[in-house]
């Protein structure tokens, strides 16, 4: 099978991502809907006590309403990046099926990920924490035990890659000057 062009792998790529893109714009509807029924529930704090207990969070006595919103707030933001990330890679994927792979818009596309990327895993750094702090209970043990070597080995790679394509359209720009 081909990676390029119409009916390639490529294509078969950005049919899943325009799927998974639809799934997080449903998500990001249901989360803020959530992040809007949470806050008129605050106004109403009795209704927000029951305590939540997991086999990894318990949040008896915590301020709930402060924690969910918290909460969901941190999911929107996130399927806002996961979205960000999904559509730059569409737009790649769509290049490939034209047959371009060095389209110049293709470097800030991957900047773009490799820059939401980075901001998601520095937002985790601040959010778990400050979750932490509101529950007054440690929510997830591992999820700010230090630095993700993948996550950031993943970024460095797509800053690389994206000089590959940059130097790519430059050579292509060069070849269509040459007569």
């Not at 790529?13 to 806050?39: C, E, H, N, P």
């Not at 927000?48 to 997991?54: K, S, V």
């Not at 949040?59 to 990330?85: K, Q, R, S």
């Amino acid at each position: 099978m081909r990676a390029l062009g119409p009916g390639s792998v490529s294509s078969l790529l950005k049919a899943i991502l325009d799927v998974v893109r639809w799934a997080l714009f449903i998500s990001a509807g249901a989360i803020t809907v959530a992040l809007f029924v949470v806050m008129l529930l605050s106004f109403r704090p009795d209704l927000l006590n029951a305590p939540i207990l997991t086999d990894q969070l318990d949040l008896h006595g915590a301020p709930l309403g402060p924690f969910l919103i918290a909460a969901l707030v941190g999911a929107d933001l996130y399927v806002g990046g996961a979205t960000l990330i999904v559509e730059g890679l569409r737009r790649i994927f769509q290049t490939l099926i034209a047959g371009d792979p060095f389209h110049p818009d293709n470097v800030q596309r991957l900047q773009l990920i490799a820059g939401t990327l980075a901001g998601l895993e520095l937002g985790r750094y601040v959010f778990v924490p400050a979750l932490n702090l509101i529950s007054h209970d440690e929510i997830h043990r591992h999820a700010v035990r230090g630095v993700s070597l993948t996550t950031w080995f993943s970024v460095l790679v797509i800053v690389v890659l994206a000089e590959v394509f940059r130097e790519g359209a430059r050579l292509r720009r060069e070849a269509e000057l040459t007569i």
